[in-house]
């Protein structure tokens, strides 16, 4: 097994929607765990910091050029420091997967995907238009919040950049070998008392006495709030039997016109046309 928690930093890892807040919130409770920010997104992270870190350094975490394991001191005795990000779109995935690559290989990642793409992007939709994005903060009873998942061109870019990113994260993981918590088995099944089981037994933590009461997780199935469930859930398995190669030639024939229509705009705001 490697080292206690205690002794590294570890990552909680995954998108919106797929139970990151549960978690991050629950490990918190713990005496022995930390976190040193609420969320931190990941592209962000990974990029802007990782290039902030090792040029120049910064006060309050002082680092010398190219240190980045010199994030691993400002961890305090007997505690675990972690932060979540999350990974909203393919460019962001990439971006946050190449700096833990490029300068993170020493962090421990938990990551955690929610492989139910209908459920995912339907739960981010809602999340969206109610502007309720933690589970702890959503109602129990759908009622009134029903949702139609676009299917359109914009729909279908950001449900192929949903799945590639996905797809990027698991294979990432399983090479890797981080702890893989999957949504579905881990969280939604029999609550998250299974994730945490894992991740203790991974990270080396002792068993600890989490308040699940506070922290019930909310995922009514697609069909009681996704008016177009049916339609949907075809056009994402559709989808899903393409390969990687494929889905990435009909992103970038989706992107196109939208680059195109964009530049005629600005050309007509400077000729003066409306």
């Known amino acids: 097994m490697s080292s206690p928690a205690t002794?590294?930093?570890?990552?909680?890892?995954?998108?919106?929607?797929?139970?990151?807040?549960?978690?991050?919130?629950?490990?918190?409770?713990?005496?022995?765990?930390?976190?040193?920010?609420?969320?931190?997104?990941?592209?962000?992270?990974?990029?802007?910091?990782?290039?902030?870190?090792?040029?120049?350094?910064?006060?309050?975490?002082?680092?010398?050029?190219?240190?980045?394991?010199?994030?691993?001191?400002?961890v305090?005795?007997?505690?675990?420091?972690?932060?979540?990000?999350?990974?909203?779109?393919?460019?962001?995935?990439?971006?946050?997967?190449?700096?833990?690559?490029?300068?993170?290989?020493?962090?421990?990642?938990?990551?955690?995907?929610?492989?139910?793409?209908?459920?995912?992007?339907?739960?981010?939709?809602?999340a969206r238009l109610s502007r309720r994005w933690h589970a702890s903060d959503a109602p129990a009873d759908p009622a009134g919040e029903s949702i139609t998942l676009p299917l359109d061109r914009q729909g279908e870019a950001w449900l192929i950049s949903l799945l590639l990113g996905q797809r990027r994260l698991v294979h990432h993981a399983e090479a890797r070998q981080w702890l893989l918590i999957d949504y579905e088995r881990d969280l939604l099944a029999a609550g998250p008392g299974v994730a945490l089981e894992r991740i203790e037994r991974h990270l080396g933590l002792p068993p600890g006495d989490y308040p699940l009461d506070r922290h019930p997780k909310v995922a009514p199935p697609v069909e009681d709030y996704v008016l177009n469930h049916q339609e949907a859930r075809a056009f994402i398995e559709g989808l899903q039997a393409q390969d990687d190669a494929t889905l990435l030639t009909r992103l970038e024939e989706l992107r196109r016109p939208r680059r195109r229509d964009r530049i005629v705009r600005l050309l007509g705001r400077v000729a003066g046309r409306p």
């Open 7 to 74: 002794d590294r930093c570890v990552v909680l890892l995954g998108f919106q929607r797929s139970g990151t807040t549960v978690l991050q919130r629950l490990l918190d409770c713990r005496a022995d765990v930390s976190f040193f920010e609420q969320e931190i997104w990941a592209a962000t992270f990974f990029g802007q910091f990782l290039s902030c870190w090792t040029a120049h350094g910064r006060q309050d975490y002082p680092l010398a050029p190219g240190v980045i394991a010199a994030l691993v001191p400002q």
């Open 76 to 126: 305090a005795p007997g505690g675990w420091r972690g932060f979540k990000g999350n990974l909203h779109n393919l460019e962001s995935t990439e971006t946050a997967l190449r700096g833990l690559d490029e300068g993170f290989a020493w962090l421990t990642v938990v990551a955690l995907v929610r492989r139910d793409l209908l459920a995912q992007a339907a739960s981010l939709r809602r």
